[in-house]
Structures are given as C-alpha cells and as structure tokens.
T-cell receptor, first 116, second 113 residues
Framework: DAGVTQSPTHLIKTRGQQVTLRCSPK?????VSWYQQALGQGPQFIFQ???????QRGNFPDRFSGHQFPNYSSELNVNALLLGDSALYLC???????????????FGSGTRLTVV | AQSVTQLGSHVSVSEGALVLLRCNYS??????LFWYVQYPNQGLQLLLK??????LVKGINGFEAEFKKSETSFHLTKPSAHMSDAAEYFC???????????FGGGTRVLVKP
C-alpha cells in the first residue's frame, strides 16, 4: 500500500520565480494538508483541501495557493518566491470526518525547496 | 489559539537509559495530542496519539505517553534508549479530528553508546 508520495524531492529556485509541488495521498485518503518546515523548526500548517476545496488555512500569504484534483492528489503553488520560503514542504493525507477512531495523518517525505 | 511547548531542543541519553521528552500544550477545547518522529531527510512518522479514553497511550518502538489534563502535559517516555531512537521528535495538538496540527519546536535526541 503506497503511502504519501511527493514530488520533486529537491528543488532549487531563484527569488521571484514560481514553484509547484505535488502530492499523491495514501490510498483511501481524500483529505490533503500542506505544512512548511523551516530548518530547525516544527512544521507549520499552510492549508488543507477536501472535496477539491480549501477547508482550512494557516497564516500564510496569498502567494501560497493550492489545488486538489478529483483523484484527491494536490498541488502547492508558491508565487514570487522569497529567500524565506526555503524549507521542507510536507504533505499529509488523512481520512475525513469528525470522531474517526482512525484519526491521524500520514506524512510524505517532503520536498526540499531552496530559494537562491 | 492552540500552542505546544517542548522543553529542551536537544536531549542526550545513554543507550539503555530512560528517554523522557516533555510536551505541554495550550488548548481551549479537549485536545487531540500526537507525537511524531522525524529521521534525517525524511517526513514525519506517527509514534502515538491520544484522542479519548485511556490517558496512558502506547505507541510504536516501545514509546508511551500519558495525557495529564491537570498539568496540560503529554510527555513521551521510553524505558530503554536504543541507538536507532536518535531522531527529532515533535509533539502536536489538534482541536478536533481532521483539524490542523499545531506542532512544537521539536526535540532532537542524541543516543550515546
């Protein structure tokens, strides 16, 4: 059973450019969340997608946007890259629903983005 | 707003010794609590979680954690450290199933032979 798959694994971009990161959720999961993990810090929530809509959003600027496709895969887009956007971007998938006894997130290995 | 504080950004233990990682949380509602482990250049792996019920939670790799509401704590322990336990550990809180996770800053564990 494949877990969460993210691509690419590493990426180098120049300031001002745009980047797209991709995520395929674990089989059977239909909710995808994105997190940013700066070096030496804990992950910070960017947003969550369910049924192709953004359901929750963290404190990130509008330069960060996303999309979820009918097959539940997701993309994270970042425009006008800044040096401070350099981080590990983690995708996590989960089952929906309040009160699920199986509640929990499955994380991918991440995409390491370096902005130069 | 929810928050998580992990006391100690680095912990060094000897192989075979007790591992104790501290986590305190702030939440306006009964929390869901998690511990994740991250090995170098990898994503996060769930060690254990508390949602409801028994306050002592057992996880993978011999780890366990106890939810103490009165102390707003969810400390992680393992009786005997193994070299393979060297990693970074994150405590996280969520206010509901399916809700976002709020992470602490992490504790890096070094295991000495």
């Amino acid at each position: 059973d494949a877990g969460v798959t993210q691509s690419p694994t590493h990426l180098i971009k120049t300031r001002g450019q745009q980047v797209t990161l991709r995520c395929s959720p674990k089989s059977g999961h239909d909710t995808v969340s994105w997190y940013q993990q700066a070096l030496g810090q804990g992950p910070q929530f960017i947003f969550q997608y369910y049924e192709e809509e953004e359901r929750q959003r963290g404190n990130f600027p509008d330069r960060f946007s996303g999309h979820q496709f009918p097959n539940y895969s997701s993309e994270l887009n970042v425009n006008a890259l800044l040096l401070g956007d350099s981080a590990l971007y983690l995708c996590a998938s989960s089952l929906p629903g309040q009160g699920s006894l199986d509640y929990g997130y499955t994380f991918g290995s991440g995409t390491r983005l370096t902005v130069v | 707003a929810q928050s998580v504080t992990q006391l100690g950004s680095h912990v060094s233990v000897s192989e075979g010794a007790l591992v104790l990682l501290r986590c305190n949380y702030s939440s306006s509602v009964p929390p869901y609590l998690f511990w994740y482990v991250q090995y170098p250049n990898q994503g996060l792996q769930l060690l254990l979680k508390y949602t409801t019920g028994a306050t002592l939670v057992k996880g993978i790799n011999g780890f366990e954690a106890e939810f103490k509401k009165s102390e707003t704590s969810f400390h992680l322990t393992k009786p005997s450290a193994h070299m393979s336990d060297a990693a970074e550990y994150f405590c996280a809180v969520s206010k509901a199933a399916g809700n976002k996770l709020t992470f602490g800053g992490g504790t890096r564990v070094l295991v000495k032979p």
